[in-house]
Nanobody, 123 residues
Framework: VQLQASGGGLVQAGASLRLSCAASRRTVSNNGMGWFRQAPGKEREFVASISWTGVNTDYADSVKGRFTISRDNAKSTLYLQMNSLKAEDTAVYYC?????????????????WGQGTQVTVSS
């Protein structure tokens, strides 16, 4: 296993969660990374991405201002801090490693994917 996502759970609307994605150093060395999510009956959608250096980040409009993506390259770990959660944030969240040093909104530009972690927000 090269990417392992964790931290999901069942929370009430307005609560916070922090997702983590542990990666092998070889998997994420010099790679941009991202978070995607997939709700039941819907396609997997972009949530956030971050460059290898952590300097450049990008967010879907639906999470901007509520979610923060970050990474600790010394620990080969990616994070997603999710605040002010809403029922519509309910989904399986996946972390992924890009084929380049930058992040992307495009799923096809990610080479490795984690197994996903379930986030359920009750209203």
């Amino acid at each position: 296993v090269q990417l392992q996502a964790s931290g999901g759970g069942l929370v009430q609307a307005g609560a916070s969660l922090r997702l983590s994605c542990a990666a092998s150093r070889r998997t994420v060395s010099n790679n941009g990374m991202g978070w995607f999510r997939q709700a039941p009956g819907k396609e997997r959608e972009f949530v956030a991405s971050i460059s290898w250096t952590g300097v450049n980040t990008d967010y879907a409009d639906s999470v901007k201002g509520r979610f923060t993506i970050s990474r600790d390259n010394a620990k080969s770990t990616l994070y997603l801090q999710m605040n002010s959660l809403k029922a519509e944030d309910t989904a399986v969240y996946y972390c992924a490693a890009s084929i380049s040093s930058t992040g992307s909104r495009t799923r096809n530009l990610y080479r490795y994917w984690g197994q996903g972690t379930q986030v359920t927000v009750s209203s």
